[in-house]
């Protein structure tokens, strides 16, 4: 009955995804007025007694900065880290017809074995006529794995270690307000790939062939769609988001052996309270199916809960615990402002996965439910500081993120 419960809860998005655009986001829109509103910064000045009296303009201001040092577990169960995370956002062009752009920083290493400079950009030039996305790793990544599908047990698992260098680069053009088209290029290099115990065969423990040893290369480009009613991805205000990814990995590209992969993402916000455009009462609806088309993918680029494009599935979930040639992923998230001012808030959320590889492919659901804080950084560009609280069987976490989950 619970696992029924949240499967649906995080179904509702295919259901509510089909709204008219132009009933949820105006081409041009309302520049959100932030003077009632507090957030972090508002209150170091008024400590420090800087213009404590006057209150913050955010109408002409094109640039935001938030950043915060804090330490926290790291996906994979290798332990607890140092993570500096920083969030900039500005507005290219008028912030009426223009999206905001933002780059997130989020370097961390967990004083041995694991080390990470991650950086994701998002920039939409003036009027949106163009939408330009990057993703660039590099990481030193030893985690655990449970091999395809879901027949191991959370205890039966293998750390692998490896390093990985990511390079992800698209462009698309605005062919109507909402909707866009556009080409990618995509690297992901996996090197030194060995297991951890060296009497583990990787190949027979995970039931996978390719790429679980030495070092793994795939280079492709990319065919993208994306519909995008939301104007800012960091706190995302109500409207819809779909985003279609066809990758075609050919030998002579580089690739070690020749693979395809689709993957299509759905969101859907709505606002429980309209009328107060300020305050936070949203649902929020998030779906994802990615899978390889063939056999050919080496072991460490299977779709994997944890490892979408901006790895926030699967909370609650230990990342990489379910990893298998095809993936369906649900989640729901209920946000609501516990203060007037918006300085404080909190979230629940509950999320459910299935995976191929083991016989119980949309038959066996494995679900997560937690709850967050939220705490109000910097008004200007509506981004929050996320503590959240996940839990799954035989796993828990304590997340800290810049900006919402999805």
């Known amino acids: 009955m619970f696992k029924r419960l949240i499967l649906l809860l995080c179904l509702l998005p295919t259901v509510l995804f089909a709204q008219n655009a132009s009933d949820i986001v105006p081409v041009t829109k309302t520049v959100q007025d932030t003077a009632d509103q507090t957030d972090l910064i508002d209150i170091a000045k008024g400590l420090f007694h800087i213009n404590p009296t006057k209150p913050r303009d955010q109408k002409g201001k094109k640039i935001f900065f938030s950043i915060i040092p804090i330490g926290a577990n790291v996906p994979g169960g290798t332990g607890r880290a140092l993570i500096t995370s920083t969030t900039a956002g500005i507005y290219l ?170 993957y299509i993402d759905l969101r859907k916000y709505v606002a429980l309270n309209p009328a107060r455009p300020n305050q936070q009462n949203t649902i929020a609806f998030w779906s994802y199916v990615w899978t390889v088309i063939d056999s050919n993918a080496p072991y460490l680029d299977l779709p994997s809960v944890g490892w979408d494009p901006y790895n926030r599935s699967g909370r609650g979930i230990d990342q990489n615990r379910y990893r298998g040639k095809s993936l369906v992923y649900l989640e729901s998230e209920y946000r609501r402002d516990i203060t007037d001012n918006g300085l404080l808030g909190f979230v629940v959320f509950a999320n459910a996965n299935t995976v191929s590889g083991s016989g119980t492919f949309l038959t066996s659901w494995h679900p997560a439910v937690g709850t967050g804080l939220r705490v109000k950084f910097n008004k200007g560009s509506n981004t929050n500081i996320g503590v959240d609280y996940g839990i799954s069987k035989g796993y828990s976490s304590i997340m800290i993120n810049l900006g919402e989950a999805f």
């Open 93 to 262: 062009g008028p912030r009426k017809t223009t999206n905001l752009s933002s780059a997130s920083f989020a370097p961390y290493w967990d004083f041995g074995s694991r080390f990470g400079l991650p950086l994701r950009t998002s920039v939409w030039l003036p009027n949106n006529t163009w939408t330009i996305q990057g993703d660039t790793r590099f990481l030193v990544y030893p985690q655990y794995t449970w091999g395809l599908g879901s027949s191991h047990g959370s205890d039966d698992k293998a750390l692998v270690n490896y390093k990985y260098i990511r390079f992800y680069q698209s462009a698309l053009k605005r062919v109507t307000p909402y909707f866009f088209a556009g080409f990618g290029y995509n690297l992901d290099y996996h090197f030194n790939i060995n297991a951890d115990d060296p009497n583990i065969d990787l190949a027979k423990f995970t039931g996978y062939q390719n790429g679980v040893s030495g070092h793994t290369f795939s280079s492709g480009i990319s065919l993208n769609l994306l519909y995008d009613t939301r104007n800012n991805s960091i706190n995302p205000l109500p409207g819809a988001y779909a985003n279609i990814v066809y990758r075609v990995n050919p030998v002579f590209l580089g690739s070690n052996t020749s693979w395809h992969s689709l």
